[in-house]
Nanobody
Framework: QVQLVESGGGLVQAGGSLGLSCAAS????????MGWYRQAPGKQRELVAA???????DYADSVKGRFTISRDNTKNMVYLQMNSLKPEDTAVYHC???????????WGQGTQVTVSS
């Protein structure tokens, strides 16, 4: 049974940085493409970044050049380093498989990121 636990969110001023972590268990993590998603109030959840088992990455246009996704297959961890944060980055951030439907509807509790102007 998959379990994903996100951490590292918080309140930061615009222009600041935060690092998110996601601990995965119950899956063969190393072979999975993983993604970070976010959902802002009143908006649909969106994919922010993804990373393949081999480390190839892709980003939403809105975060390119500011966010970096990485993973440690030995620790079953995936990370998201967020720099130059903007108020529009405010959202609950989740990690999950990519595509997320592979998790069968499962989502962890997420971690809140709030960027003040």
């Amino acid at each position: 049974q998959v379990q994903l636990v996100e951490s590292g969110g918080g309140l930061v001023q615009a222009g600041g940085s935060l690092g998110l972590s996601c601990a995965a268990s119950g899956i063969i993590f190393s072979i999975k493409t993983m993604g970070w998603y976010r959902q802002a109030p009143g908006k649909q959840r969106e994919l922010v970044a993804a990373i393949t088992s081999g480390g190839r990455t892709d980003y939403a246009d809105s975060v390119k050049g500011r966010f970096t996704i990485s993973r440690d297959n030995t620790k079953n961890m995936v990370y998201l380093q967020m720099n130059s944060l903007k108020p529009e980055d405010t959202a609950v951030y989740h990690c999950n498989f990519y595509p997320a439907l592979l998790a069968g509807g499962y989502w962890g509790q997420g971690t809140q990121v709030t960027v003040s102007s």
